[in-house]
């Protein structure tokens, strides 16, 4: 790109920054500064708002920028990212979405420990939801890397490094003096701006191959390389029995992990009744489910009209392969067209990032001030003490998140996703749903289910080709592989739940019955609900 074509990327780029930063200083000289207001703007989001909130929430660069990636480099294979991320919803819509806003507070550990013994409940909750977060930021944290990188046209380590840190330090500006209320706000633009460039896109590919979706697909196949093994299973996971337990692996994690994300649950605290809740989701789901059909254009366009060896080129994880199809679709590389189309698809991907890493941020800060911190206080405690506790946790947690984003700058940020994804399936969901559904559940088995999900999830990444073993891991020049899957959610996803099974039919501790009728009313009537 020319410097005037960068220069023009930097302005939006400066824009967006310019919008979200006058939205926190606005909200912040309105707040009161309240538990209740920084963790769920007060409750006052209709289900309009939180619908494009929690989009924008989800529609993260593992979206925009990874999946298309993936499908534009391994074609039909890079579908289950697509299909995964939007059948997730109905296990949202059905199971948890009216049932975490009538029993819980502010996370996901209010709604165990209404019928558990809190300290242990909440300390385990806390610890699984703040390492699930980190590993979605550090998702976030490459593909704002890999995206200035390609704008500046030096996709070396110091570019991508300076981007990473200053991402990292917006979400901590964002969270710090915003909470959720200019969160929600920021999510919502991000939202709109991410929609519409995606329509934009898609409509010009179609455009390209005159409404013709097979032409799209053929073209593609044709320029993969690969011929109509592009268009069929196997090209990514099908080599052997090992890529294809890594194929169910990654399948059941995207499905069963939005339950459990953090971010996602805290954004049924910001609407007023649990039937707002459940249209938030209805809401959101009608855009997501846009938004991921979009993208399978956007993929299978990239590989029809730029090419996955250009793609590949460009970035070995294919992060970068939606602003390169916008580069083409503007009139080419060096074209003004192309410039301004990239620019604005590259500003609205920045967006993205930074509205997602401030909803996480959010979440996981809260988990340390409203869960851990609380809990290790002996008393509970003060709303004023534990939003100061939250806005230091978010800087710490945006420096953990900025040096493991400078580490795994060369991964796919959709895998890196996933791995969150597996991690949130393993130790969160489990205690959800036997907390929710389970009448003999008792806090041993909360216990034990948290950390017999995270714990394995955690060590088995470790343990993977990820990490060690591989010229793709993070370490490539020492192996310390003995898990052969790249996503830990085929063994670690059960073992949460027969985790909880275990402790609770060992604990000697008699379930509450009486916590656990107030629970269940609660939970389907919203009687008593916060």
């Known amino acids: 790109m020319t410097t005037e074509h960068q220069t023009l990327a ?28 920084f963790y769920a703007g007060g409750r006052l989001f209709s289900p309009l708002e ?13 979206s925009f920028l990874g999946i298309s990636g993936l499908i534009a480099l391994f074609g039909y294979d890079g579908l289950l990212y697509s299909v995964g991320f939007l059948v997730a919803w109905l296990v949202v819509l059905f199971l948890v979405a009216e049932l975490v806003r009538n029993c819980g507070r502010f996370t996901l550990a209010d709604v165990v420990a209404a019928r558990m013994s809190e300290r242990p409940v909440r300390i385990a909750a806390g610890t699984s939801s703040v390492t699930v977060s980190v590993l979605y930021l550090v998702a976030q944290m490459v593909g704002a890397g890999s995206l200035v990188g390609l704008l500046l046209g030096d996709s070396g380590t110091a570019a991508r490094t300076l981007t990473v840190i200053g991402v990292g330090a917006l ?110 989701v209805v809401w959101a789901i009608a855009l997501i489910g846009g938004f991921y059909l979009m993208t399978i254009v956007l993929g299978f366009g ?44 590259a500003a ?22 409203h869960d851990l911190y609380a809990s290790l206080k ?64 008792t806090t041993r088995g909360a216990v034990w289910s948290v950390y017999g999900g995270l714990i394995p999830a955690v060590v088995l990444v470790v343990l993977s080709p990820v990490v060690s073993g591989s010229p ?8 310390f592989q003995f898990f052969p899957l790249q996503n830990p959610g085929l063994v670690s996803i059960p073992l949460g739940f027969l985790a909880g099974w275990l402790g609770t039919v060992t604990s000697a501790d008699e379930p509450d019955e009486a916590k656990h009728a107030e629970t269940e009313v609660r939970s389907l009537t919203g009687a008593g609900a916060v």
């Not at 609205?348 to 001030?369: E, M």
């Not at 793709?472 to 192996?479: I, M, Q, R, T």
Request: glycine share 10%.
């Open 302 to 345: 990239a590989a029809a009209l730029v090419g996955p060896d250009a793609v590949r080129a460009s970035n070995a994880s294919g992060n970068t392969a939606v602003p390169l199809l916008a580069a083409f679709l503007g009139g080419g590389a060096g074209s003004t067209g192309g410039a301004v189309l990239f620019a604005f698809v």
């Open 10 to 37: 930097l302005i939006l780029f400066s824009l967006f920054i310019a919008v979200t930063l006058g939205i926190t200083t606005w909200v912040s000289r309105n707040r009161h500064g309240s538990a209740e207001e």
């Open 472 to 479: 793709d891991s993070l370490f490539p020049g020492v192996s």
């Open 171 to 280: 979400m901590v500006v964002y969270v710090s003096f915003g909470g959720m209320r200019a969160t929600t706000w920021i999510q919502i633009v991000k939202a709109v701006l991410l929609m519409g460039g995606a329509v934009t896109l898609t409509v010009l590919v179609l455009l390209r191959f005159h409404g013709n979706f097979d032409q799209l697909l053929t073209s593609a196949a044709e320029r993969s390389g690969h011929g109509q093994r592009f268009l069929s299973p196997g090209l990514k996971y099908g080599g052997d029995w090992t890529s294809r337990f890594d194929f169910m692996s990654l399948g059941l994690a995207l499905v069963l992990g939005t339950a459990g994300l953090p971010h996602i649950l805290s954004r049924f605290y910001t609407v007023p009744t649990a039937r707002a809740a459940r249209r938030s």
């Open 348 to 369: 609205i991907a920045f967006a993205t990032i930074l509205a997602v890493v401030a909803g996480i941020t959010l979440a996981s800060s809260a988990s340390v001030a």
């Open 378 to 441: 002996r008393r509970h405690a003060r709303q004023r003490s534990e939003v100061a506790v939250a806005r230091v946790a978010a800087v710490g947690i945006g420096a953990v998140a900025i040096a493991l984003g400078l580490l795994a700058q060369d991964l796919n940020v959709a895998f890196l996703v996933g791995l969150a994804f597996a991690v949130s399936a393993s130790a969160n969901l489990p205690v959800l749903l036997y907390s929710l559904f389970w009448r003999s559940f």
């Open 50 to 62: 939180n619908g494009f909130a929690i989009a924008g929430d989800y529609m993260s660069a593992a």
